[in-house]
């Protein structure tokens, strides 16, 4: 763990990243629907005015819009929450994807992690929907150097993209010798006596870091793997991950339909082996407003769950 | 181009007679008249920009594209077959020259906008059109870009409605009016200019006009009759979304013929 940052929302990371790009890609241009306090787009709104859209609470017209300067060589960050912006689907199946249209779609607010303002504004199947588009990049960091690592990326990434960013504070994981790879796993703890290896994404990596901690000082040994890449997702990095444990265990702030177990499953499917997939998340019901650390233990993806379910797992 | 557009549609045994005949010379007059552009060269990066949102209509684009030189005529008879560059909708990823993938209706004003933001932003000089189906104008997004483009201040974004009346279920004005239509997009804040979509003499001044805008993006409202030209077509819902067979294909193609309609 890096000792020089502080916890941090990916939404306050991508803020100030997107503001420091600003200067050396004079091609990059950001756009918001009446959400750029939140999303933190106001950053760069402010820096750079001339290059910062406010469309107003229009995300179609505001994905539609983006996807016409992306034809032109620009490089568009459109910015709102999840929920709202993979909302507009067929905006981004037809002029984004379908059109190979290089738009960045900022997702912010992931999960019931975002708390008390309840459901409807809580992205809960951005992952799945995202996922199925053709050429479709779908990401979720999981600390302030992953988020700055990724949206430098996608710069010059040459595909559509979906990124998803919480709300809350997370704490750092990553040393600064961290490199983010598309599509490749970030194995955070390793051991070879484990049975059980966890497969995090987003918000879920820092409980899942606690959860290994407890574990540890149970004497119970596991395999932690961050997946910042939802798609396009390796492979062989999931089958050998797979290969030397006999339980894999995924844990999302999201659907359990859809998200990273969905992709995780879709991929030991293919092949026979010994290897059993628990899939942790919301579970095909509704999120609703609380305290984020409530909503966690309620929906089974608190670090103290996840201990739970992982000792259930190897006393089963 | 109305023969070519028959002959493609029959060939192709399915696609939208009604509403590519009637935007034929609104598609004729950008293509041979208004649009600086360049067949050999459909990259070329100050090339006036077209996006017809009302994806069914591409038949009358393609025709165009054909007979400007962007590709050979003949490929105009592998229209909706498997592996062409000739989608049933526009693909621009297929086709140099389009410039924007629609067939889902509401979207293209929108994309046109961002392509008119861009030429604003990088201060090129090239001028935006959108061909909008009236029926499509029906969906949301479309206003959402009705009220976005003036406060962007996009004079150089011409929007062209393609007013014919008819959609699939029906009369536009019995399915879901769009009036009073001019009132509605001047208050928005765009120019806008009325004309008879089947007249050079109308068009093309107004397109001319729309080009001098300098603040406000413009509206041409073209007064159409779907399936113009082939008179067991005109004004007949059912010939929206269905292809002539060899024997009316023969009778169109007679009487356009016939009539010297032969833009």
Known sequence: MSSNQKPKATRQAFGEVLAELGTKHTNLVVFDADLAKSTKSEMFAKKFPDRFYEMGIAEANMIGTAAGMAMQGFVPFICSFGCFVTGRFDQIRMSVAYAGANVRVIGTHAGVGIGDDGHSQM????????????????????????????????????????????????????DGEYR????????????????????????????????????QKQGVQITLANVPTIKPLNSDDILDIAKGHRWLLTVEDHYTIGGLGSAVAEIISDRSGPTRLVRLGVNDQFGESGEPIELYDKFGISAAKIVQTVSGLLNS | M?????????????????????????????????????????????????????????PAVYAAMAHAGYFPVQELMTLRKTGARLQGHPDRRRLPGIEASTGSLGQGLSVAQGIALASKLSAKPWHTYCLLGDGEIQEGQVWEAAMSAP?????????????????????????????PLADKWRAFNWNVIEVDGHKFEDLIPALQKARKATDKPTFVIAHTIKGKGVSFMEGKIEWHGVAPNKDQETAAIKE????GVRS
């Open chain 2, 151 to 179: 406060k962007f201040k996009l004079g150089s974004l011409t929007a062209i409605l393609d007013y014919n009346h008819g959609q699939i279920d029906g009369r536009v004005d019995d399915v879901m009016s769009l009036e």
């Open chain 2, 2 to 58: 109305r023969v070519s557009i028959i002959e493609m549609l029959t060939e192709a045994k399915s696609g939208h007679p009604g509403g590519s005949l009637s935007c034929t010379e609104i598609v004729a007059a950008l293509y041979f008249s208004e649009m600086r552009h360049d067949p050999q060269r459909p990259d070329w990066s100050e090339r006036d920009r077209f996006v017809i949102s009302k994806g069914h209509g591409v």
């Open chain 2, 256 to 259: 356009i013929n016939a009539k």
């Open chain 1, 180 to 215: 983010f790879r598309l599509g490749r796993v970030d194995v955070l703890r390793e051991s070879a006596t484990a049975n059980v290896a966890i497969l995090a994404t987003g918000a879920t990596v820092q409980e899942c870091v606690r959860a290994h901690e407890i574990l």
């Open chain 1, 123 to 174: 992205g809960l199947e951005d992952l799945s929907l995202m996922r199925g588009l053709p050429t479709m990049t779908v990401l979720q960091p999981c600390d302030e150097l992953e988020t700055r690592q990724m949206i430098e990326f996608l710069m010059t990434h040459d595909a559509p993209a979906y990124v998803r960013l919480t709300r809350q504070n997370l704490i750092p994981v990553h």
